[in-house]
Structure formats: C-alpha cells, structure tokens
C-alpha cells in the first residue's frame, strides 16, 4: 500500500504487519512481483542415506560430506546442480555421491543403500544471501539466497532479522548480504 509493504494477504485472510520477512527459499522470485525479479535461481542438491559402517563424526572434503546420524545411519550430500526448478533424485547424482562416499571412507563402499531424496536451494548470483531491507519496498525484509549455508547461518540471520525490526542497522561484517547490492525490488513491488 503507498509503495510499502503492509503486511500479507492469503487466501484466507490478510495480517498487518511493520515488517515482513521474506524468506521463502528457491521460491523467492515467485514471491515478489518486481522488475527486474529477485536474482535468487533454484540449485538442485541430492542427499544418499547409507546403512553401516558407523562414523564418529563428520567427514567431508572438497566433493562431499558424511554425516553420521543418531539411527546408526550416515548421510552423504550433496550434489549442487543448475536444471531449475527440477526436484528429483537422479541415478547419476545418487551414483556421484556413492563413489564419493566410497572414495573418502573406502568402507561405505560395503554399505546398505537406504535412499535418496532432493531438495533445492536458494542461491544468489555473488554467492552470498540477500539480508536486510528490500531497496524501494518499505516493511520488507529478505533473508534468503543461502545456498548450501542456509542451516549453518540461520541462527545468524534471525538475529541479524530481529536487529533490523527492532531498528538497528547491519553490523559491519553483514552489510555485504545487503539487497540492494541487487536492483531489487522497485517501488510498490506486490507480493503474489
């Protein structure tokens, strides 16, 4: 309203609100009528859950990681793949990770194969998120584009969230996550 954002208005009702956040994953640019979209483009990453042997931590190297899980189970991960919007396990994403499973604990190479799931993740075209207020749209907030870091910066980004509705201003160190660094979003962008 006014060339600000208000609040939000679903199917079943509307909230008001000083502050939206925005934090709406690959999905981001479907969110936001702006011109030109948010630079937030879907990367597809596939995930193997393996059977045995246990690890006692977590392993990784350049290609892959290995979490051991609290079932005895380990989780190898992940694939990072450019096709869209395209959601689905695929056999050679499922072979890559189990010969990079095997290459780094040669034992995996004896385990069960559980299975796989996909998923995608929001990534951004410098690499880093989008955190802070939305240039020209007053009351929104983005904290998206954290690629393959999401889990690892989300208890950073809720604080850096909650400072920016409380009024404070980015710290120093945040303030290469800021949006505008984009042209995003222009002046009475509306929310789908």
Avoid: K, M
Wanted: aromatic residues 4%.
């Amino acid at each position: 309203e006014g060339g600000a954002v208000r609040g939000v208005r679903t199917p079943l009702r509307r909230w008001s609100a000083a502050h939206v956040v925005l934090a709406s994953g690959a999905w981001a640019g479907a969110a936001i009528d702006s011109a030109p979209p948010l630079p937030i483009r879907p990367v597809r990453g596939q995930l193997a859950s393996l059977r045995g042997p246990a690890l006692p931590s977590i392993v990784w190297d350049d290609a892959i990681y290995l979490v051991p899980r609290a079932d005895g189970g380990v989780t190898a991960g992940a694939t990072v793949e450019d096709v869209g919007f395209e959601c689905r396990v695929t056999s050679d994403g499922v072979r890559s990770l189990l010969a990079r499973a095997a290459q780094l604990v040669p034992a995996l190479a004896e385990a069960a194969f559980e299975g796989a799931r996909a998923g995608l993740r929001p990534a951004t075209p410098d690499g880093l998120p989008l955190v802070g207020p939305a240039p020209d749209a007053p009351g929104l907030l983005l904290a998206l584009g954290h690629h393959r870091n999401g889990i690892l910066l989300s208890a950073t980004t809720a604080a850096l969230v909650a400072d920016l509705v409380l009024g404070r201003a980015l710290p120093a160190a945040a303030r290469a996550f800021r949006p505008d660094r984009f042209a995003i979003p222009a002046a009475g962008a509306a929310a789908r």
